[in-house]
């Protein structure tokens, strides 16, 4: 029996023993493998460039550039870039939620436990779901406070979209929204790519982020 292709994974994170700590981790399970390491943001664009990984686990704040800079680096000049997952000491840190609107896909703490580790990798590398966690939504409000009227894309979207939009910022996947809508995943997935276009975001995270600072999923 074939075995899958291992999840290629880049750790970037200015402490090693932070580093090695997630390298054993990840190590020890068969369908991943962590590739390559750097101790700073230029470091990770450089790797992450070489050895062109399927996930990368980003520290927010590293020498030379951050891990905000090194995220808008690596997904404007790679046509496939990876999936990036910032992961941080602390959970309603401002610099993770401006990772996340630089396109990060997701967001770990660094105290998470290994299965959580694990199961974040997977998730964002074969996945269509979120890492999404109510800290950032926290902050997600407070910006749509500072920003009340919202967008023109918000009166552009079909009852459908907005339904689909509401299930995406939930953390469902397509196959889960389809089931929750009795559609198929055809549908929901021409919904999804109806809602990226119409409010110009790269992904589902920044569609989903942009949708609480326009408080379109802040009214109920």
Request: glycine share 6%; charged share 25%.
């Amino acid at each position: 029996m074939t075995r899958p292709t291992p999840i290629r994974v880049v750790l970037a994170d200015d402490e090693r023993m932070v580093r090695t700590a997630l390298r054993a981790i990840l190590s020890a399970e068969p369908d991943l493998e962590v590739v390559g390491e750097a101790a700073t943001g230029a470091g990770a664009v450089s790797v992450v460039r070489d050895l062109r990984p399927d996930v990368v686990l980003m520290d927010v704040r590293m020498p030379e550039i951050d891990g905000i800079r090194a995220t808008e680096q690596i997904l404007a000049t790679l046509d496939e870039p990876p999936r990036i997952v910032v992961v941080t000491t602390f959970e309603n840190d401002s610099y993770v939620y401006d990772a996340l609107r630089a396109g990060a896909a997701g967001f770990l703490l660094k105290r998470a436990d290994a299965d959580a580790l694990v199961q974040a990798v997977r998730l964002v590398a074969r996945s269509d779901s979120l890492l999404f966690p109510a800290a950032v939504r926290t902050l997600a409000t407070e910006h749509a406070r500072a920003h009340p009227v919202p967008p023109a894309w918000v009166a552009k979207l079909t009852g459908r979209e907005r339904e689909v939009l509401r299930h995406m910022a939930a953390g469902l996947t397509n196959a889960e929204i389809a089931h929750r809508m009795e559609v198929g995943p055809a549908t929901v997935k021409s919904h999804v790519a109806a809602v990226l276009a119409k409010t110009g975001t790269r992904d589902r995270t920044q569609a989903v982020i942009a949708a609480y600072e326009a408080g379109f999923l802040n009214a109920g």
